[in-house]
């Protein structure tokens, strides 16, 4: 297991992720204060996709620098709010996901067991 590996990739997708968020703001916000902006941005945001957010911020510094260095700046801003309590969460949230899950096998497992054909004792009782 290469665990470098794996927690690059995974600060990939949280950047990736926050781009996302910061644009969403950066749209909510510009949909208050300036809506033909928040139209323009929604439909480049739709043809570029945002999936790779480094692409996305590349591809809008060409068309709109303003926009890119604001949704840079929200996405920033995000990361230094959220990395601080995410870590403790992410471990939460997947041991509580685990649990539920293998509650719910454990409850499958246990009514599949339960309804299984009748038992020899029970057969033998029937006979009589």
């Avoid at 969403?24 to 999936?51: C, K, M, Y």
Wanted: hydrophobic share 40%; glycine share 2%; aromatic share 8%.
């Amino acid at each position: 297991m290469d665990l470098k590996r794996v927690a690059k990739d995974t600060a990939k997708v949280l950047t990736n992720y926050m781009t996302y968020q910061a644009l969403r703001i950066v749209l909510d916000q510009l949909g208050e204060t300036d809506p033909p902006q928040a139209l323009w941005l929604h439909s480049f945001s739709a043809n570029q996709g945002v999936q790779d957010g480094d692409a996305y911020l590349q591809a809008l510094l060409v068309e709109k620098q303003e926009l890119a260095f604001r949704i840079m700046t929200v996405r920033q801003l995000l990361s230094e709010e959220v990395t601080d309590f995410l870590p403790e969460m992410v471990r939460s949230n997947i041991q509580q996901s685990n649990m539920e899950y293998r509650r719910q096998y454990l409850e499958r497992i246990t009514q599949l067991s339960l309804s299984d054909p009748a038992s020899p004792e029970q057969q033998a009782d029937s006979d009589t």
